[in-house]
């Protein structure tokens, strides 16, 4: 079947229908806003995705289900948002007429001081209140952990956060009413073409279908695969590099399928973060605060599992934890699939088992043993959206007689990939479950990794700390006393 | 019974809740900041080229690919400068707008591009090719010292009794040295510049600076042309802290010669990493001490030295390293003193004011000394503090023979140590830790006093300008910066009391040096002291001259004209303002007045280390308590109360949130945010993913914020209140020695921790084996 093709892209901006007809393959959405269409209410702060000045919602479809999620237009490209619904700052108010709610909460509570990060904070609280109306104080950190306030220390914008929903009434916020109409307009735009635009260091593209991925990336190889664009935005951002041709994936609904069966969940390589954490923190609670804890909500909102992977970070926010899981990649070249262990799947720093054309279609994560025991810690210098300075993964089976008879044990931080520890697990199976053994396996882990002084941490520091992980992962075993902080909800 | 009539208040003034003046226009994005203006057709964009070496000779530049790259229009040098190649705050020349055959810093300013757009600026300055001769370099402070670096300024002494006589008295001497780390401001709005150029030498630039009087003149400087050439233009920072007080003249002075050569419009904006890279930060200190003690902790004698990363240029760092001698007594009264500032030359980027501009370093440093004595003595640190108050007979002085006449932490303490429970909450702590083993807590209760003035005499001047226009409605336009402080609504809220209008009526305007010459910073706390002064005295002006009209007119007395609610009282007679006015105005009445206002009482002799530098003192006092994993060094504050003194406030709501976010900002100097250099003198923390302020979920987890309501400043600032930008910044002072005392939990608090800041979890962690290993060996 020849795969018809189309030279423009076309999304909803606030209430109008943009079609684009010349656009780059690194125009980012927020540049796309400032410079091309004036709309100056979105700020540039950092252009790496990490202070939320720059947010703006953009509402998807999946499967007929409209979600609006919050996302970093700095770092998102306007070829990927093809048949979405931009929302920005903007358009919540009329001139003139009231205040959104949530900006109205704002504005009541003192939330804002000089204003920058501002309308940033009113886009991701408008995010929440479509998906929480009632938010606890934690829920409310949590979709704040990808903005930046250096004014206000905070306190008021959780104030006004709580506040939204005692003035305002969701079933009356015009995304709310007029979903209906909304989706019918994005329904309108799919015509199940690839988009091909631009020449050069200008072209993209947006496969019609996954199949049609595995072509265009059997054909050309040397293609740039763009998944949500959190750390590929920052080449461009940051290191103004030549990413292309890019390939998008987001519009691309069968790769955000997730498949769960009895012996695992399944997910494509195009489910985010946020899309993959009811059931991974159903099926995996112990993987829970480390979801919570990747990014902010923009990019959790933005990235994806596969592209964790495909990525080859040495620290990883998910590798560790997967290789501990045993998990396994689905690569694809063609029309032809393999799967390969995750850790086998990292070789070396910035090298990946994955050859010309193969891309990652899908993660397996196998469900846990009953008898296994399984614990996941990530240690940063800043409790949220902070990169791992180390991640320590641990699954460790024990036979009747309290022995370890399987260890798998996985870290980020330490070398040039996420690596298993041979040494430590080797010194932990066949032995009993003591804090001697436990002491071993800690010094084991010296073999096991040389890892790097830098601005996160000195390799001192990270030794130590991989070794009193494991101490901590015993310690919890034996449930005498708490070894964690206990992370209280805020008052 | 003599009743008084209810009157009608006004709406917005003094004392009032009022909201941000532009909070409507911050949450809808209508907030106009300098890169949302329009730019006029032609605009260019300039874009810095930095060096990649830390200190080393120019040998050549090539800037063939430079120039070659699409969009570029052209390349600016020193050659280019008109004027001066320098942008020195503190007239040293040592601060060039571009770095000839020699850099200093890695990301020094060497070239800018000039392009149609800033993508393109940016992409061309990336292709030049500089040939270096590296030369040696120094990033840190003690190897500086070691280096026989010079000093970048004059150093300062303030030495008061006989600290040879006090350390002979003192029953134990302890002595000890400290690291405390910088900061980088993170404003969310980088450094801007806009330059418009005009007729003649004349040029309109919209800057992000806190100080646009001094961007003028060096901006003349730069071209080469007077003051009167320029003007600078300031509606709002997106935040600023001390960063764009003397930062911003850079990029000022690289738009405006942009402008004048090629005779358009220039708009320079760095990235955030070419903004972390290329400006100055908060000092990093190493403190150096000798504290000499009664068995009670009572202090005899302290001599310290606060040796501090100044960078490869003065800027303020005479007066920074001044501060912090100001501030190394805190609340305590020092019998014998002396106290010594060292400012080392670095390979650095020149270090520059932030909130509390040096001050709470040298806090930080005295409040280390006060819990090395308790640690000595084996005591709570708070009753080491309270015997060491200020107060009483002969204990007043302070050591820059400044006395202490406004003290009031003793009730603050008293006060919050109560509210918070404090002595109940620390024997649950060292319960708490005595059976846990790997979760600790600890607690601490410290005090905040913080001199307001600037320490340069001529600064603590400020003028406005306030029109009354014929129907009544008010312009106020005043020497202060809006950053996010609410300075315009506060100065406002003043103008509407003095005039007894509604707020609505009064229209803030953008600061601008047309409209007010020879302003000062907004810095040092001062902005409302100042400006909130200066624009009372404009509409006292106007107000006298209506009153004269007034009573001429309907021959009265000039006591029987008031200013009531929206209404002029004559005699029995009341008319609306707005009626009056134009009635003034048919009358030819002058509507419009400067105002002016200079601080009282304050001198300051820096070489004799004796004066009268500031006004008053603002306190406050903070108690927190926090859980530390002793696995990993990581922490959490559990709970922080606050009390804390503004005077009698002008606004508690914009006061509140003040207090909230200097508290947290102090708080992320202290614990996460950490500046990093490489081997090579590269700064590696130049952008959020790498540089870590605090986040919402970093608030303590129960934040109890509470003005001391009580407190009227006794000096006349305006409505009797007090300076609030500053103070609070060293609350957190208490999260630093909490987790001190949780990572001293492990040696049972025999030993004093010592933690330096920031406390990383990997400071804490590596604290926390040096004192298991110290338990363990003796």
């Known amino acids: 079947m020849t795969v018809q093709i189309r030279s423009s892209i076309r999304f909803l901006l606030n209430h109008r229908l943009v079609e684009l007809s010349a656009v780059s393959a690194v125009q980012t959405l927020l540049d796309f806003l400032r410079l091309d269409r004036n709309l100056r209410g979105t700020k540039e702060g950092c252009a790496e995705g990490d202070c939320g000045a720059c947010t703006v919602l953009v509402g998807r479809l999946l499967d007929g289900r409209l979600k609006y999620e919050s996302v970093n237009a700095c770092i998102r490209f306007v070829g990927s948002l093809d048949g979405c619904h931009i929302v920005t700052v903007d358009s919540l108010a009329v001139p003139g007429g009231p205040l959104h709610p949530v900006q109205q909460a704002m504005v009541d509570t003192h939330a804002s001081q000089c204003g920058f990060c501002t309308p940033g904070f009113v886009m991701s609280l408008y995010g929440l209140w479509m998906e929480n109306p009632k938010p606890s104080v934690t829920e409310i950190e949590k979709a ?106 987001s519009h691309l609904d069968e790769l955000r399928r997730i498949a769960v069966d009895e012996a695992g969940i399944t997910f494509g390589a195009g489910v985010s973060y946020t899309e993959s954490f009811p059931l991974i923190s159903k099926h995996f609670p112990q993987l829970t605060e480390l979801w919570n804890r990747i990014g902010g909500q923009q990019v959790r909102n933005m990235g994806t ?113 996420p690596k298993r520890a041979d040494n430590a697990e080797a010194a932990l199976i066949g032995a009993s479950w003591t804090e001697i053994t436990v002491e071993a396996a800690m010094e084991a882990l010296a073999n096991d990794y040389t890892p790097l002084t830098d601005w996160r941490a000195s390799a001192d520091y990270r030794l130590l700390v991989a070794k009193n992980l494991l101490r901590r992962f015993y310690l919890e075993t034996q449930g005498d006393e708490p070894v964690r902080l206990d992370r209280k909800q805020a008052v | 019974m003599n009743v008084m009539q209810p009157i009608d208040r006004i709406r917005g003034g003094v004392h009032e809740n009022e909201r941000h003046e532009s909070g409507h226009k911050h949450v809808t994005g209508t907030a106009e900041y300098i890169d949302d203006i329009p730019e006029p057709a032609g605009t260019l964009h300039a874009y810095l080229g930095l060096s990649q070496r830390a200190h080393a000779q120019i040998l050549s530049i090539d800037f063939d690919a430079v120039k070659s790259a699409p969009g570029v229009v052209g390349v600016l040098t020193a050659d280019d400068i008109t004027g001066e190649n320098d942008v020195s705050p503190a007239h040293k020349h040592d601060d060039p707008v571009f770095a000839t055959d020699k850099v200093e810093f890695h990301g020094q300013p060497i070239f800018a591009v000039i392009a149609e757009t800033r993508d393109a600026a940016r992409r061309a300055a990336a292709r030049v090719k500089i040939e270096y001769r590296d030369l040696p370099h120094v990033t840190d402070v003690l190897e500086a010292a070691a280096a026989n670096y010079p000093l970048v300024i004059d150093p300062l002494k303030l030495e008061r009794g006989d600290i040879t006589a006090g350390f002979a008295r003192a029953k134990n001497i302890l002595e000890g040295e400290m690291r405390i780390g910088g900061q980088d401001h993170f404003y969310l709005e980088g450094h801007i510049s806009f330059a418009i150029p005009g007729e003649d030498d004349e040029i309109l630039l919209y800057s992000s600076t806190q100080h646009p009087s001094e961007t003028q003149h060096m901006v003349g400087q730069v071209l080469g042309v007077a003051s009167n050439a320029v003007t600078i233009n300031v ?74 990363r100044c960078g490869f240029s003065a800027d303020l760092s005479g007066p920074v390293t001044d501060r912090a001698l100001f501030h190394a007594d805190n609340c305590y009264f020092y019998p014998h003193v002396r106290l010594r500032s060292r400012p080392l030359k670095t390979n650095t980027v020149s270090n520059t004011a932030f909130r509390g501009f040096g001050g709470p370093q040298g806090m930080v440093g005295g409040e280390r000394m006060i819990e090395d004595v308790a640690y000595a003595l084996g005591k709570d640190p708070l009753e080491i503090r309270k015997l060491n108050f200020y107060g009483g007979e002969g204990r007043n002085l302070t050591p820059y023979h400044q006395t202490v006449e406004d003290n009031i932490i003793g009730r603050i303490i008293e006060e919050l140590e109560t509210s918070c429970d404090y002595a109940a909450r620390r024997a649950d702590v060292l319960a708490f830790n005595r059976k846990s083993n790997i979760i600790k807590r600890g607690i601490a209760l410290t005090p905040v006093k913080f001199g307001i003035s600037f320490t340069k005499t001529e600064y603590n001047q400020a003028g406005a300008l306030v029109h009354v226009y014929a129907d009544g409605s008010i312009h106020l336009n005043h020497g202060g910066t809006e950053m996010g402080q609410g300075l315009y609504t506060k100065v406002a809220q003043v103008v509407a009391d003095e005039f007894q209008v509604d707020l609505n009526r009064i229209k803030v305007t953008a600061t601008t040096t047309g409209k007010v010459p020879n302003t000062s910073a907004t810095a040092a706390s001062s902005g409302s002291d100042l400006n909130g002064m200066a624009a009372a005295n404009a509409a006292q002006q106007i107000k006298a001259r209506l009153v004269t009209f007034a009573a001429e007119r309907w021959g009265v007395s000039e006591k029987d004209v008031a200013f009531e609610p929206n209404t002029i009282r004559i005699g029995a007679e009341r008319i609306a303002f707005s009626d009056f006015i134009k009635i003034a105005y048919g009358s030819r009445i002058q509507l419009s007045a400067a105002g002016f206002y200079k601080t009282p009482k304050i001198h300051w002799n820096r070489s004799e280390g004796r004066g009268r530098p500031f006004f008053y003192y603002a306190y406050g006092a903070s108690c927190s308590e926090v859980s530390v994993d002793t696995l990993t060094g990581e922490y959490q504050v559990d709970r922080t109360d606050v009390l804390h003194d503004v005077g009698k406030s002008l606004n508690p709501a914009l006061d509140i949130g003040q207090v909230e976010g200097a508290f947290v900002q102090g708080m992320g100097w202290l614990t996460t945010e950490e500046l990093w250099w490489d081997a090579k003198g590269r700064l590696r923390t130049h952008a959020p993913s790498t540089y870590k302020i605090p986040l919402a979920s970093d608030r303590p987890r129960i934040f109890n914020v509470k003005l001391a309501e009580w407190s009227v400043n006794r000096e006349e600032t305006i409505r009797r209140s007090k300076a609030v930008g500053e103070p609070p910044f060293m609350l957190p002072i208490s999260v630093l020695e909490a987790i001190s005392m949780a990572a001293a939990s492990v040696a049972e608090y025999r030993i004093a921790p010592r933690l330096d800041a920031p406390a990383t979890p990997e400071r804490v962690l590596l604290a926390i084996e040096r004192l298991r290993r110290a338990a363990k060996n003796g």
């Open chain 1, 305 to 417: 599992i596969g592209g964790n992977i495909a990525n080859g970070s040495p620290i990883g926010d998910t590798p560790p934890a997967l290789i501990a899981l045993g998990a396994s990649v689905v690569l694809r070249k063609g029309k032809v699939q393999r799967t390969v262990p995750l850790e086998s799947f990292f070789i070396e720093y910035g090298k990946q088992d994955r050859q010309p054309g193969e891309f990652v279609e899908a993660v397996r994560i196998p469900f846990l043993d009953e008898n296994a025991r399984y614990a996941v810690y990530k240690i940063t210098k800043r409790l949220d959206e902070d990169i791992s300075a180390v991640c320590g993964a641990f699954r460790l089976i024990f036979d009747e007689n309290g022995k370890v008879s399987d260890a798998v044990i996985a870290y980020g931080g330490m070398a040039g990939t």
């Open chain 1, 144 to 249: 704040l952990q990808g903005n930046l306030c250096r004014c206000t220390g905070y306190a008021a914008i959780i104030r006004a956060a709580e506040a939204v929903s005692v003035i305002g009434d969701l079933d009356r916020d015009p995304l709310v009413a007029e979903r209906v109409t909304i989706i019918q307009k994005l329904e309108g735009l799919k015509d199940g073409k690839r988009v091909e635009m631009g020449e050069g260091a200008e072209r993209f593209m947006l496969p019609a279908s996954v199949d049609d991925l595995a072509d265009i990336y059997e054909a050309e190889p040397k293609a740039r695969i763009v998944a949500g664009s959190t750390d590929v935005g920052l080449w461009v951002t940051k290191f103004m590099r030549d990413i292309s041709p890019v390939v998008h994936l």
């Open chain 2, 235 to 308: 509606r709002r920072m997106g935040g600023a802290f001390g960063g764009k007080e003397t930062q911003a003249n850079l990029f000022a002075a690289v738009a405006a010669l942009a402008a004048k050569k090629y005779r358009c419009a220039v708009k320079i904006r760095p990235d955030r990493d070419d903004d972390m890279t290329a400006t100055g930060k908060r000092h990093d200190f190493h403190v150096g001490y000798k504290v000499g003690f009664d068995d009670d902790g009572r202090i005899e004698a302290v001599d310290a030295t606060f040796s501090a």
